[in-house]
């Protein structure tokens, strides 16, 4: 690190002082916007930082006709750039003005300037549907009133202009079949976009549009962002000793994206009011280092029963959350964290918020996180015996999350074992900054089998991309692109279902270690044997103390050819996993007592904390694991609460080639069905499932359509209704 003199101190000192800037103000996006015709109306061109800044929520730059275009003063970022060719003169794009969005991120570093950020602009089409309406708002706000459907279909944006001190209807029309979501919004300071004191509303359902025909009766009520009066509210359960400060928090995709409220106890009834319409999820936790976000050594519940529905001007009962003491172990880590540079922003006046350092377990404790005001030494504590992935970030914006371009590092061991015994030492992190730069994979796999099917193969890397994936007809030659620095760990699977998810006894394997990747040369000879199974085994007992409620399973995570196993036990006792490939393996259980099949919050759980080394033709005995039952338990609240909402779950396996399964639950006793739709809003298959009790079910569906005919390869959208209550999602069939 060069060294600073005391000329280039003082400077910085003067600027600091006087308030002069140091270096330009920000980076520049410059590129040629494209169009099968000349045109003499301006072009729109807007960069908008991800996530946005509430200080400016985009950046635009008109241009006249197409041709050259720049956007400066930008600061550092990620960005998303479109743009389109306003003919109407509203400053928003619409089905009728060719538009376009440069087909990826950019980033701007360090002031840089990113040319050739060019774009290609295309008519949308137009279809012959309509949604129309009333606009209502008894505030006090004036200022033209802009109405946006957004659709899945082929006029996935539109909008018309309402003055409603002269006329509160409105028609949006030119909308191709699909389904639409309509939002509104008052734009008082007359910028093009919502601000967040401006009047605001949404419907709340999927609006179906069909060629040539109108759906009217859509109203849409504009609010104050004071004027938000819907609440939740419910009762606090909390079983422990710990004191401090009790904090509510309710979140979700509305106009009050998140409330913190502090309450009296944690033993209690509690009301969080202020609330848009919209849905939300719940939780609460004992602050106990007074910095006003839960942690994972704080105690702390969710609501179980997932989204609740929040009117505006009604409450939202019974949204009750226990709350229970996190696992707290008595293992260590404690390393360093350096950074090449100097340790100031890019203007140079400001010290970096903080630096955070996390260790992310596969153990009792999984997310373990402390701060740093600048480079130097930490320490976590309070882990329980387990494997780690330990990484530090510089928080830039201050949101306590990593984000895309923010300086990061991982230690270069994966993973970092901890014992409750022993601290661990001396895992030391290096920061670096996001290179705009990628390398490749190579290498060739190989099977000597009868089996036949596609190849998939996987990188997983802790890097700025940590998942990148290629296919291959059959064995052979491989290359994974775009992988940034980092380190990854390679595998390989014959998809002999065609499920494209790796099924237990499907040829496997791994890369005999971790591939290291600076960003810049590619790596090969990484090549990987796939294998079937193996000969070795791991027996032992299961203990219990508690009162069973479930099925137990026991499992192993290993790094060999078969990455995963488990079996299931009526009862505690004696277990086997066999056919196992040699190599080392994380074995662990857990009480399945909600039926999802896998470990949640208050179900007990036991991960032996050595790594079980299999060998061939060998047994490793004596692998005994002790379940601890965690009280107070969440369990209970499976029980004492009610579903209030309609849950539908992520189909699975997805994506599928034959057949899949849809859960859902129940609020009440209701009359269901099923339709599925394609991505032009058109429905292809719907069946009457008749009335159904309250709670938990699930069906099966086989990807035909109401003729018996098999679906296509392509994206569909599922969407289960119960007594007006509807609840969609997307689902993927590959043939």
Not at 231 to 258: A, D, H
Not at 350 to 376: F, N, W
Not at 511 to 522: I, K, M, P, Q, T
Request: proline fraction near 6%; aromatic fraction near 10%; glycine fraction near 12%.
């Amino acid at each position: 690190m060069k060294k600073l003199t005391f000329s280039f101190v003082l400077i910085i000192l003067i600027c600091f002082l006087t308030g002069t800037p140091l270096f330009a103000n920000g980076g520049t996006i410059k590129g040629e916007i494209y169009y099968e015709n000349d045109v003499a109306a301006p072009v729109v061109v807007m960069a908008v930082r991800i996530p946005p800044s509430m200080n400016q929520l985009y950046y635009p730059t008109v241009i006249q006709g197409v041709g050259s275009y720049e956007i400066t003063d930008l600061p550092d970022g990620l960005y998303l750039v479109g743009a389109f060719i306003d003919f109407d003169g509203s400053e928003g794009p619409n089905p009728g003005e060719p538009v376009g969005i440069y087909p990826d991120f950019v980033l701007l570093k360090d002031n840089a300037t990113m040319e050739n950020i060019n774009i290609s602009l295309i008519k949308l089409p137009a279809g012959s549907g309509a949604i129309s309406g009333k606009v209502l708002y008894n505030g006090k706000q004036a200022g033209p009133v802009k109405i946006i459907s957004l659709g899945i279909s082929h006029t996935p944006f539109n909008y018309q202009m309402v003055n409603i001190t002269e006329n509160n209807t409105y028609k949006i029309d030119n909308l191709k079949d699909g389904n639409y979501i309509i939002v509104g919004y008052m734009d008082v300071n007359k910028n093009g976009l919502p601000g967040l004191s401006e009047p605001f509303g949404t419907v709340m359902h999927f609006i179906p549009v069909v060629e040539g025909e109108e759906t009217p009766n859509i109203d849409i009520k504009l609010t104050d962002e004071d004027g938000y009066s819907g609440s939740v509210s419910g009762r606090l359960t909390y079983e422990g000793t710990k004191t401090g400060q009790t904090m509510v928090g309710i979140f979700g995709p509305s106009r009050t994206p998140m409330k913190l409220q502090s309450v009296s106890s944690a033993n209690g009834e509690y009301q969080v009011g202020g609330l848009a319409t919209g849905k939300y999820g719940a939780c609460a936790f004992i602050d106990l280092n007074e910095d006003g976000r839960p942690n994972a050594t704080e105690p702390m519940g969710y609501y179980t029963n997932y989204l609740v529905d929040v009117w505006n001007g009604k409450n939202t009962p019974d949204v009750n959350i226990r709350l229970i003491d996190p696992p707290q172990g008595t293992g260590e880590i404690s390393g360093e964290v350096t950074t090449d540079g100097y340790w100031f922003t890019k203007s140079f006046v400001k010290i970096y918020e903080h630096i955070v350092v996390q260790a992310i377990g596969i153990s009792e404790t999984p997310l373990v996180s402390t701060k740093l005001e600048k480079p130097g030494k930490y320490h976590l504590t309070g882990l329980k015996s387990g494997f780690y992935l330990v990484m530090a970030y510089s928080d830039e914006n201050g949101d306590r999350m990593y984000s895309i371009g923010e300086p990061v590092g991982f230690h270069e061991k994966i993973p970092v074992m901890v014992s409750e015994f022993a601290p661990t030492e001396n895992v030391n992190i290096k920061l670096g900054e996001m290179a705009n730069t990628r390398a490749n994979i190579k290498g060739t796999i190989a099977y000597q089998g009868d089996k036949t099917g596609p190849i998939q193969v996987y990188g997983f890397g802790s890097s700025m991309t940590p998942l990148v994936q290629t296919s291959l007809a059959q064995p052979g030659h491989y290359e994974l692109t775009g992988a940034a620095a980092g380190n990854y760990l390679l595998m390989a699977f014959m998809d002999v279902n065609g499920n494209s998810v790796y099924d237990m006894r499907e040829p496997f394997g791994f890369y005999s270690g971790f591939v290291a990747l600076n960003g810049y040369e590619d790596a090969t000879g990484i090549n990987i044997d796939l294998v079937e199974g193996g000969t070795g085994s791991i027996a032992g007992k299961v203990f219990y103390d508690g009162e069973l409620s479930g099925k137990i399973y026991v499992g192993t995570f290993g790094l060999s050819d078969t990455p995963m196993l488990k079996v299931t036990l009526p009862m505690p006792g004696l277990y086997e996993l066999g056919q196992l490939a040699s190599g080392p393996m994380l074995v662990w259980a857990f009480l399945d007592v909600n039926g999802d099949k896998i470990p949640g919050l208050g179900e007990p759980i036991a991960i032996k904390s050595d790594v079980i080394f299999v060998k061939s033709n060998e047994q490793t005995s004596d692998v005994n694991l002790y379940l601890k039952p965690i009280k107070p338990s969440l369990v209970d609240v499976y029980e004492l609460e009610t579903y209030n909402v309609l849950v539908l779950e992520q189909n699975y396996p997805n994506p599928f080639n034959a057949e899949t399964n849809i859960e859902y639950s129940l609020p009440n006793q209701s009359h269901v069905s099923l339709k599925i739709f394609n991505m032009l809003g058109n429905l292809l298959y719907e069946m009457d499932l008749g009335n159904q009790p309250a709670g938990y079910h699930r069906l099966n569906w086989e990807a035909k359509d109401q003729a018996g005919k098999p679906l296509a390869s392509g994206i569909y959208v599922y969407q289960i209704e119960a007594n007006g209550f509807l609840a969609t999602r997307k689902l993927l069939v590959v043939r």
